[in-house]
């Protein structure tokens, strides 16, 4: 297995975009499908209600999700 590039090759891409892609719409549907996949229910994520009283005002997506 290779050890990837040297340090300077990596530092040289600074500002460089790598791997970039289009957009996607992370809607509602989508964060509760990612929480049934990874069984992460937190009520941030998928209770509407009880999220709008957070400082957020709503639900948001899970980190690895975005």
Request: proline fraction near 5%; charge should be negative.
């Amino acid at each position: 297995m290779g050890r990837g590039l040297p340090l300077a090759d990596y530092l040289a891409l600074t500002g460089e975009a790598l791997g970039s892609s289009g957009w996607i719409e992370v809607d509602q549907g989508r964060i509760d499908r990612f929480a049934e996949t990874t069984g992460d229910h937190q009520f941030i994520h998928v209770d509407p209600v009880a999220a709008k009283a957070t400082p957020f005002g709503t639900t948001i997506a899970h980190g690895y999700l975005t």
